[in-house]
């Protein structure tokens, strides 16, 4: 009898339990620990259950910014019919934010004749949260209503083109360019008028939006980067890819010969290559000598990703280059020119510990070689983890490749890179491969 | 610059060619100076009856890819003065011309040519509109540009008769004063061929010259030959490809999708680059960027990258793609005179040996004669009957005959190609034979890696006394399924036939010898075809790889709803399907350009 009331005590208690976790789940999504929150953000995300609707919806209103943001990414996860009326609450809350995400997220059903009415209704909320968005979380109201295409938001967003604050201008505008699907006539209008604007990265984002359109601006724009090149840092990836007037051409040449890091260069590269890849390869050539190494290997990489970045006979002399990073990025170019003269180096380069290592197992499971399988073996034991990644990815492709007729469930072999004890599966590797070898 | 010759329906432009002992052409401004060009004109038949070539397509085309520079040079005229002419712009509205911004393009182009087209009237026809013209030719450019943007947002789908229209248009402008264009573009539909000689003979009478934009076909294309079932608008018929007839063999044993519909032609298709050739007009193709990609295979895999790799030869030679342009004579005549050489009958006798033997699954459709050659109903080639049966060691017999009669039909084409005169034989029909020498040497290769399957691997697979494998490797199948046929997807051949070398195939020792021949055969034809669309043909094909099917769950038929008035009825224009392998944009027919 006893027994039983226990059983009967911990079957109702359970559910109290789950409810209890799932709403601190919630709480700790608007935590200012980023770990947990983050811990929170994907148990919840793998949570399908209604209670968690529940929670967030009783939550949602007093958690912080972060915690809203991340609890609207939750209900996203569910199917809508489930958090309608989730949203229809929210419709009526006292955050714009969330006002804008009901909105975005109620809009996709009113498309029937019927529900004219009600789509009005909720453009017309739609519009009137995002003006009433405080400047912080202005974007993020932005990006949340991406899917929305009417006139009445994309004139509120019109409105929202500020001239004191780039960076909002920015995200506004490439929201713009999105949905209007390229230049439209009253959003060109109104950024001509922060063309006068005080800040520089103000005028530098209305030139990068005008010259989707026409080139008209090309040479003002092209003589506000060289007077304030810190303009383009904040323009870079709002300029069109494919219509680059000389003029910023050389403007955007010249900022790519003195990067602030590496990644400036990936990104000022990703603008040049279609507009002016001979400029570019220019850039990057001058870049090649450069005294910082990450420089230099981000440009060597860039120049041999382009087609024609470097000659064969010039990959050729860079395999026997006194860098090992120099070396590896040769064989990895050489190989998607069908040209095998890479793989000993990059064998010879993947046996070397250094930073060149992990590119070095990717170049090499690129291959797809019978010779690479021994190395990549090897480096699934190596001690840095992005070289183990590497090696296993690596390994996996090259023998899918050099097995075709063979089935695969790479899980079985019991190898994780990232596991504590990993011997055990790479002596189960090795023996496969001794099998077949 | 090319010097055109006069021409009637059944000869248009003839490009000027300077032909080697070699056998390499120079085109005409290598030559230089003035002597020369008199020199070459009075060669002009020499050089044609040696080449034994009559007008290709190489002589209408224009070189590049965007519509900015075709439509700028079409509405700027070929005269710098403002002379008197008309205009009609024939426009086939698509989802491809809205994308391939022909609209801005047309107004940049209006804007840039203003002193030229002081004394020209411009008239605006739409293909699909009842009698096409829908503004007639009037020096106001205002209202065309705005009829044109009022009408060309509009993206129509379906199969539509372009013939029609250009005759349509031509009655419009054969009342016009002055000199007479016909502007025709259409990025989708010139594969609908209605009654060409009909058009060229209207367009001749009224001294109209036709200017084609258009998209790039496929070489040879062979798709609506396979897909004869399409549903066309009256008196038409769907051919596409750019010569007249369809003179690459296709459909080879073990080639999942044939390498003709993959491969840019680098010219548009045979009807309308007729229209231009008859008519002293130009041809100016139009890609968009996404087409020019590169990609390893359309339909099979890759073994060898993740579609990064940058061919070695993906520029191509536009000299040798001009060698082996496709002819643009009428067809009646483009076969007569493809009947003379020797090279092209020696194709089609191959090609119908082959499929009899069952080994490419069509019949070539023209039937040679000793020094002629008539069209024939394309019949289907012989069925060999290997995949339909679960009966491996049967199949592996078959295979291994037909492997044999496959080298045999190799040897004696090399041999005959061997023995070609070195004139009167077309550079197209001899890069044909080669290629299909070395899509021989591939069956043959793919035959004995069929036979291995059958012989070697998939007795094992179903054998219940073969043990587990070892991990990471798991069992391909449940063996308790029993197999019922065999299917197979091609390992393409774009990083060359060297790879495979490392890669585990079945066939053994046999096979490897093979492979290495078909290395040596694959390497000597893209020394000499690499740059051109021979050679980008010949990394389309790829080597099968095996795989046994099974039979599916069986499911009782649907039950057809009743007729009722909620019915949707059908299109009244026939839908054109959507076609892969180049064509990366939308229902774009076969469009695969760039030369990639």
């Not at chain 2, 004109?41 to 075709?70: D, F, I, K, N, Y």
């Not at chain 2, 007639?136 to 009022?150: E, F, G, I, R």
């Not at chain 2, 010219?267 to 002293?280: E, H, K, Q």
Request: hydrophobic share 40%; with cysteine; charged share 25%.
């Amino acid at each position: 009898m006893r027994l039983a009331c226990w059983f009967s005590l911990v079957l109702l208690a359970a559910p109290a339990v789950a409810q209890a976790t799932v709403a601190d789940l919630v709480q700790q999504l608007g935590s200012r620990d980023g770990q947990k929150r983050n811990a929170a953000y994907r148990q919840l995300l793998a949570n399908r259950k209604p209670e968690v609707i529940a929670a967030v919806a009783g939550a949602i209103e007093d958690l912080s910014r972060i915690g809203q943001e991340l609890s609207c990414n939750v209900l996203r996860g569910f199917p809508r019919r489930e958090v309608a009326s989730v949203y229809k609450k929210m419709m009526s809350s006292a955050t714009p934010y969330l006002r804008v995400v009901a909105v975005a997220r109620l809009l996709p059903d009113y498309r029937a004749d019927s529900d004219r009415s009600r789509r009005a209704r909720a453009i017309k909320v739609l519009t009137k949260a995002l003006a009433a968005c405080k400047q912080d979380r202005v974007l993020s109201a932005v990006y949340a209503c991406a899917s929305v295409r009417d006139d009445a938001v994309f004139a509120q967003l019109r409105l929202m083109l500020r001239s004191d604050a780039a960076h909002v201008t920015k995200g506004v505008l490439r929201q713009l360019l999105n949905r209007e699907g390229g230049v439209n006539a009253d959003t060109q209008a109104a950024v001509t008028k922060l063309l006068t604007a005080k800040q520089s990265q103000v005028r530098g984002v209305a030139y990068a939006y005008l010259l989707h359109g026409d080139a008209d601006h090309s040479e003002a724009f092209a003589k506000l980067l060289t007077d304030e090149p810190g303009v383009l840092w904040m323009v870079m990836d709002l300029l069109p890819k494919d219509k680059l007037h000389d003029a910023l051409q050389d403007a955007i040449a010249a900022a790519l010969a003195k990067p602030r890091s590496e990644h400036d260069i990936r990104r000022l590269a990703g603008v040049l290559r279609t507009a002016a890849p001979q400029k570019l390869k220019l850039a990057l050539r001058g870049l090649v000598g450069h005294e910082k190494d990450a420089f230099r290997d981000e440009a060597l990489a860039q120049l041999a990703n382009m087609p024609g970045g470097f000659g064969e006979k010039d990959l050729m002399e860079m395999l026997h280059d006194k860098a090992m990073a120099v070396r590896v990025v040769a064989a990895g170019a050489l190989r998607k020119q069908d040209n095998r003269a890479g793989l000993k180096p990059v064998i010879e380069a993947a046996k070397v510990r250094g930073k060149h290592q992990a590119d070095a197992a990717r170049v090499l499971g690129d291959y797809r070689s019978k010779q690479g399988v021994p190395v990549l073996l090897d480096l699934l034991d190596a001690a840095d983890a992005r070289v183990r990644n590497s090696a296993w990815s690596g390994l996996q492709e090259t023998l899918r490749g050099l097995y075709p007729y063979r089935k695969f469930d790479f899980n079985k072999c019991g190898y994780a890179p990232n596991a504590a004890s990993r011997q055990n599966g790479i002596a189960t590797l090795r023996a496969w491969w001794a099998s077949v070898e | 610059m090319h010097l055109y010759a006069n021409c009637d329906d059944s000869s248009g432009p003839v490009v000027v060619c300077w032909p080697l002992a070699t056998g390499a052409v120079i085109p005409w401004p290598a030559m230089g100076s003035t002597w020369t060009a008199l020199a070459a004109t009075a060669c002009l038949g020499v050089a044609s009856s040696l080449q034994g070539q009559g007008t290709t397509a190489a002589g209408v085309t224009e070189p590049g890819r965007t519509m900015t520079r075709a439509v700028d040079l079409i509405v700027g005229g070929r005269s710098q003065k403002a002379i008197e002419r008309t205009l009609l712009l024939v426009v086939d509205p698509s989802e491809a011309l809205v994308k391939a911004e022909f609209l801005s393009a047309f107004q940049k182009a209006m804007a840039d040519n203003q002193a030229s087209l002081g004394k020209t009237r411009i008239g605006l026809g739409i293909v699909g509109v009842k009698n096409t013209v829908v503004v007639p030719p009037t020096s106001d450019h205002a209202v065309v540009l705005q009829q044109m943007q009022a009408r060309l947002t509009r993206q129509q789908a379906g199969l539509r008769n372009v013939y029609q229209a250009v005759r349509d248009g031509a009655a419009v402008l054969a009342q016009a004063a002055g000199e007479r264009t016909l502007v025709l573009v259409t990025l989708e539909n010139g594969d609908l061929e209605d009654n060409v000689a009909k058009t060229v003979a209207q367009l001749q009478r009224g001294k109209i010259r036709v200017e084609v934009v258009a998209s790039e076909t496929t070489l040879a294309d062979s798709y609506w030959r396979r897909n004869r079932n399409q549903q066309v608008p009256n008196k038409t018929k769907l051919v596409g490809g750019d010569g007249a007839i369809v003179d690459v063999p296709w459909g080879l044993l073990f080639q999942r999708e044939p390498a003709n519909e993959m491969t840019p032609a680098g010219y548009a298709m045979w009807g309308l680059t007729r229209l231009a050739a008859a008519t002293d007009g130009r041809v100016f193709l139009y890609a968009s960027k996404q087409q020019q990609r590169h990609v390893c295979a359309f339909y099979g895999t890759c073994l060898f990258c993740d579609n990064d790799h940058e061919l070695p030869d993906s520029g191509w030679n536009s000299a040798l793609v001009d060698q082996v342009a496709p002819l643009v004579s009428a067809r009646r005549d483009a076969l007569k005179e493809m009947g003379r050489d020797a090279a092209f009958r020696l194709v089609m006798k191959t090609w119908l040996a082959a499929a009899k033997a069952g080994l490419i699954s069509s019949e070539p459709g023209v039937r040679v004669a000793a020094t002629s050659a008539s069209r024939d109903r394309a019949r289907a080639g012989r069925d060999l009957r290997l995949l339909a049966t679960g009966n491996f060691a049967r199949s592996a017999k078959r295979a291994e005959a037909a492997a044999r009669k496959a080298a045999k039909m190799r040897d004696q084409l090399l041999e005959a190609i061997d023995a070609l005169p070195q004139d009167g034989v077309s550079h197209r029909a001899r890069a044909t034979a080669k290629y299909l020498a070395v899509l021989l040497q591939l069956t043959q290769v793919n035959l004995l890696t069929f036979s291995g399957f059958c012989r070697d691997y998939a007795p094992e697979w179903f054998d219940v006394r073969t043990g587990e494998p070892l991990p990471p490797e798991v069992e391909p199948f449940d063996r308790d399924r029993r197999p019922m046929g065999i299917h197979y997807y091609n390992l393409s051949l774009c990083h060359g036939v060297r790879p495979f070398y490392d890669v585990e195939l079945p066939g053994g020792e046999q096979l490897r010898q093979e492979l290495m021949k078909l290395d040596a055969m694959f390497n000597s034809f893209q020394r000499r075809y690499g740059k051109s669309q021979f050679g980008y043909a010949l990394r389309r094909n790829g080597i099968a790889r095996f795989y046994p099917t099974f039979p599916g769950i069986s499911k009782g038929p649907v039950r057809r709803r009743p007729k009722s008035s909620v019915t949707k009825k059908g299109p009244i224009t026939p839908k054109r399907p959507t076609r892969r392998g180049g064509s990366s944009g939308p229902a774009g027919g076969p469009t695969t350009g760039g030369g990639r």
